[in-house]
């Protein structure tokens, strides 16, 4: 909730000088700073209480026995009066509608100050390369010729110090407001040419001059980098994932590729030859290494963002575990003689299974043909 609230009728208003001007109409003869005074006092009263129970020594307000009261007489055991009482609840305002319509407004305004000193720092920027580079010294007159200051008073816009002649006063380079010597921040120039996304000379390096701000105005140049990092950690970081995927899908077919090709070298067959299968490993190996480097810068790119910052993390994480799982893939083929071994091995089991299939289909046939019976007559031997 946003607001003031009316101590005596508990009415709510948007700025002070709305209740006051309420409570001048409504409570003539009370003055609404009375009031407050009295409730500054009573806390008061309260906080040293409940720091300090013990019994006064003069009988008002004390706990637990006798004291003596303003005209000399005891006043006996008495209890003391509680510091708060419960209150019953008052009228309840909705303003949910009211802060609504209000909040946009305070940001946009917010946003536009912004803006606004964005710009100028772009103005004021380009003007002090300009004059650095043609080798002016006195850059004081430019920062005044750009963006004026202002003299319309003696306080500090930070502290609400009074300056005179003791206290130097001091002028912000954006917001043209007066500082003291402890408000004012010293910003380098290159970090003000970076803030606005120009390009920075190499002569800047050795440029001494600063920019004198405000805390404000400091703020300004400080987000402005840092957005400009998180766009481009976000691209960097969109670049190396995107590559990291790609390489993710060539190593997934290599890999079903390169099983295939192991497979039929390690059982004999003549399907692919040993030249083509180490082709296939030196190419799977060296995508398992583009990946690695990869989840690695990504791991390694810098932000300020710890969602980001965990996202890189896992990615990092789920790469090296895919590679561990995988790594046994990538075993290395046999040689060229244990191929031959094999194959011949092969052979010869072919061989036998061939000759076991002969006799075994000359075994079912002898047993399937049907034998001749021969008959003799009676009488005849054989």
């Not at 300090?52 to 008002?60: A, N, T």
């Not at 609840?89 to 536009?112: C, D, E, M, W, Y």
């Not at 005044?144 to 609400?160: F, L, R, T």
């Not at 970090?191 to 004198?212: F, I, M, N, S, T």
Request: proline share 4%; net charge neutral; aromatic share 6%.
């Amino acid at each position: 909730m946003e607001g003031f609230i009316c101590p005596e009728c508990k009415a709510t208003f948007h700025t002070s000088g709305l209740l006051e001007q309420h409570f001048n109409s409504h409570f003539e003869g009370t003055s609404l700073k009375s009031i407050l005074s009295r409730a500054k006092d009573y806390t008061l009263n309260w906080i040293s209480n409940e720091e300090d129970p013990s019994p006064s020594p003069l009988g008002v307000g004390g706990v637990g026995g006798a004291g003596v009261g303003g005209d000399g007489s005891e006043t006996g055991s008495s209890t003391p009066e509680p510091l708060y009482t419960d209150q019953t609840i008052g009228r309840a305002h909705n303003l949910t509608k009211v802060f609504k319509a209000v909040r946009p407004k305070r940001i946009s305004h917010s946003q536009k100050e912004a803006n606004k000193l964005h710009l100028r720092l772009d103005k004021l920027v380009t003007a002090l390369l300009t004059e650095i580079r043609a080798g002016r010294k006195n850059l004081k007159d430019v920062e005044k010729s750009v963006i004026p200051w202002n003299d319309a008073s003696d306080e500090c816009v930070s502290c609400a110090e009074v300056l005179s002649l003791l206290s130097r006063k001091h002028h912000c380079r954006l917001c043209s407001g007066i500082l003291c010597s402890s408000c004012s921040k010293l910003v380098p120039l290159r970090e003000g040419v970076e803030a606005v996304e120009k390009p920075v000379p190499a002569w800047l390096e050795e440029c001494e001059h600063q920019l004198r701000l405000c805390e404000k105005c400091q703020n300004i140049i400080v987000s402005a980098k840092e957005d400009i990092a998180a766009k481009s950690a976000d691209h960097t970081m969109e670049q190396f994932y995107s590559k990291l995927r790609e390489c993710w899908e060539k190593c997934e077919g290599l890999i079903v590729v390169y099983g295939k090709v192991s497979h039929s070298l390690r059982n004999g067959d003549s399907t692919y030859t040993l030249d083509e299968g180490n082709v296939r490993r030196v190419e799977l190996i060296k995508q398992f290494k583009i990946l690695d480097t990869l989840s690695e810068r990504i791991a390694g790119i810098k932000t300020s963002s710890a969602t980001q910052l965990k996202v890189q993390n896992n990615i990092r994480q789920a790469a090296r575990s895919y590679l561990q799982d995988n790594l046994p893939a990538t075993a290395p083929l046999p040689e060229m003689e244990e191929i031959k071994l094999i194959q011949e091995k092969r052979l010869e089991e072919t061989k036998a299974a061939i000759q076991l299939q002969k006799e075994e289909a000359l075994r079912t046939q002898s047993y399937s043909s049907p034998k001749k019976v021969r008959f003799f007559e009676p009488g005849l031997v054989p």
